[in-house]
């Protein structure tokens, strides 16, 4: 068995969320897990060199909708042979289920697990010796919108305390973004916290906060960051700024300073923004869209209205037809029986006229007998 190993599988389903870079980097995940999972002091010498990517092992146990996922196997140097898992969920809103789908990811990890050491070893799942490696469920949560779900899988199980000891349970470890402040993360002064401040910029409200922070403790963070880290930074703060209708030219002079390592005037070249006009905008461009939406939905009743004019026209049109057809029927019946007369009337004429012709032989005959 290979000793002094943990996998890390970090689950990236984002939406407008750049935090799939966090994990993809070995350099951003070490810093991560050094930083912010606090009671594992294990994870605390992280190495970037200590991070392997295996997730082309894992593909196939995925969704396509999932198919931003990642595992990582990271080395620990503490001497004791074991594997950590940690799945890493990346949500832009509370999603109540997602203690569901980290026990689903936990159930797939594990059978891969078993299948690859029974490839090595046949028969050993089966021994008494044989463990499985633990799981560290992580959810790593952007949104500033409070998070309520459960930390505890056994709450998503009816009667989940009353059952307690025959259902499986496990809690995950969440880093919800909301809870620090930016003093907070600019003084752990590594660039995961750097990324970090930079997601917490989800408005243009948010830049003010932003230029209030000590320049020179930003400008240190870059000091020895590797050019590709640097760009991948300044992508990310690129992409905010597009997001927010930020012009393209006054977009690239901003991320010009990050590429000049000059955090501490990220924003000072940039025109100011009166925010109470932009809320004025703002609020006008709601309401428009209000009045649109009302009139779109009069425009909606007053088709369905219609529709249903058309419908009772239709099965009025319908019930006319019904009693056109009865009327057809009652004629082509009508006229079924004045054929069947017209055929006995032509057959008592024929009768009739059978009848004539013997008649007239007979009168014919007498006729002749008196002659003679």
Sequence with gaps: MTTNDSTTILNTKLRDSNSKIIFDEPILCAQFLRDYIEDIPLLKNVRPEDIVDVSEQYVHLFSEERNSDRVKKVQIKNGTPFFLISLIEHKTKVEYNVTMQIFRYMIYIWEAYEREEEKQKKGISKQKGFRYPPILPIVYYEGRQEWTVPLDFKSRIIEGDTFAKYVPDFRYYLVPLRKYSDRELLDREDEISLI???????????????????????????????????????????????????????????????????????????????????????????????????????????????????????????????????????IQREQQEIQVQQQKIQSERQKLDAQKRELELMRQKILAEKMI
Excluded at 229 to 240: K, P, T
Excluded at 255 to 262: A, S, W
């Design 196 to 330: 970090m401040l930079i997601n917490k910029l989800q408005e243009m409200n948010d830049i003010s906060s932003f230029r209030s922070l000590p320049k020179e403790q930003l400008d240190a963070i870059l000091k020895d960051t590797p050019e590709h880290i640097v760009d991948i930074i300044a992508d990310m703060l690129l992409a905010f700024l597009l997001k927010s209708n930020v012009s393209a030219n006054e977009a690239e002079k901003v991320v010009g300073k990050v590429k000049e390592k000059n955090m501490g005037q990220l924003f000072a070249d940039m025109e100011p923004i009166d925010i109470q006009a932009e809320q004025a905008k703002i609020r006008i461009q709601k309401k428009e869209i209000e009045v649109e939406r009302q009139e779109i939905q009069r425009e909606q009743q007053e088709i369905q209205v219609e529709r249903q004019e058309i419908q009772v026209e239709r099965q009025e049109i319908q019930r006319e037809q019904q009693e056109i057809q009865v009327e057809r029927q009652e």
